[in-house]
């Protein structure tokens, strides 16, 4: 099947397999992830406060203050129960620091970001007249089958080094499946996008289906998961991927914003009133590398009870040092430096190149009516 083998081949470059993830089980009130430039500041703990001292950052809670330069730092991630003062959001837009507000789950409720980011006229009306045209419709099939590609091959490298023959061949049947609706999606044809919007979305729905299926059986029985559920996560499985997609939501969207792109003009999710519909659709292509990261803290044993807690109506949340744990291996795996096409480039960079080229696409369809 060369089109499942070239999933494979695909693997290599979006995924990068080291076969495990860094991760650190020491917590503190907040942390900075990446170590490297850019960083993001994450501040997740219940009455902790972050003010300005000049030109830097100051962190404050019971025990005391720490000052944090404002050199190297892109974006400030606040969680509930934290605060931010005035004085430090005027600092970051200053800096093109961008604040984001977190909800329990991990998505951004709200942002704050420079007034030199911003949709463009041109770009914004191209990407509206883009997304009633027969060219959306060519574009969301190829996001829907380069996300369904993604998922065969993170099964063929999980399979690869798994010894079990059993697991192997299931999940060579549930690659063989996925590709019968690549085949589906393919082949599907419509005018604009609604004419196909229904029928696609069941489609993935099923694929997405066979495909965490397929995936559970990578993730230590200790752990229950056996299928996707959103909100509210019935396992800790689901809890954490619930909250690494949202992750992922504000990176996505930062980067839509960043290059002038209106992130509430979507293409297949166009029916949610005042939320960037955008994100949902473009994220699709990036969601199997928060599944890869789960899939390994899960497989090292690095999420415990102390993790997370299960409130009363049986739903599962991450507690601060779970966050912080796939927070830090998300950040740090988006960050690591993978071939992409001709050079090297981290997966962030990847998410950013992309929102750029959307953006001139946009730009040039105005242009070119």
């Given amino acids: 099947m060369t089109e499942v083998a070239g999933s494979a081949t695909y693997a290599s470059a979006v995924l990068s397999h080291h076969g495990y993830i860094r991760y650190s089980s020491h917590i503190s009130h907040y942390f900075l992830t990446n170590y490297h430039h850019p960083m993001e500041l994450v501040i997740n703990t219940y009455g902790v406060s972050i003010s300005r001292d000049n030109e830097g950052f100051v962190i404050s809670n019971a025990d005391g203050r720490q000052r944090i330069p404002v050199a190297g730092i892109d974006s400030i ?89 059993e697991l192997r061949q299931s999940t060579d049947k549930a690659i063989r499946r996925l590709e019968d609706y690549r085949t589906k999606i393919r082949t599907i044809e419509g005018d604009i996008v609604s004419d196909i919007a229904p029928t696609i979305r069941g489609w993935e729905g099923v694929a997405s289906k066979i495909y965490f299926e397929a995936l559970a059986g990578f993730i230590p029985e200790q752990y229950h998961f056996e299928k996707r559920t959103r909100q509210p996560a019935t396992d800790i499985t689901n809890a954490m991927l619930n909250y690494g997609y949202g992750l992922l939501y504000g990176r996505i969207e930062g980067a839509l914003i960043k290059a002038g792109i209106d992130p509430y003009i979507g293409i297949m999710h166009r029916d949610d009133y005042n939320r960037p519909v955008l994100v949902y659709d473009v994220i699709e292509l990036y969601r199997v590398w928060v599944d890869y990261v789960v899939v390994r803290l899960l497989s090292q044993s690095a999420i415990t009870e102390e993790h997370y807690s299960v409130h009363d109506d049986g739903s599962y949340w991450m507690e601060a040092l779970g966050r912080r744990i796939l927070i830090q291996s998300l950040n740090d795996y988006l960050d690591e430096i993978v071939a992409d096409s001709s050079m090297p480039r981290s997966r962030m960079t990847q998410i950013t190149l992309y929102a750029q080229r959307l953006a001139q696409r946009f730009k040039r369809y105005n242009q070119a009516l």
Avoid: C
């Avoid at 507000?101 to 709200?110: C, I, N, T, Y």
């Fill in 77 to 165: 991630q606040i969680g509930r129960g934290a605060q931010i003062t005035s004085d430090a959001v005027m600092l970051a837009v200053e800096h093109e620091i961008e604040v984001i507000f977190a909800d329990k789950s991990g998505q951004p409720l709200a942002r704050i970001w420079s007034p030199k980011y911003g949709s463009i006229s041109t770009i914004r009306k191209g990407q509206l007249t883009f997304s009633f045209s027969s060219d959306a419709v060519g574009w969301i099939k190829d996001v829907i089958l380069r996300k369904i590609e993604n998922q065969q091959a993170l099964l063929l490298m999980l399979a690869a080094d798994d010894a079990k023959p």
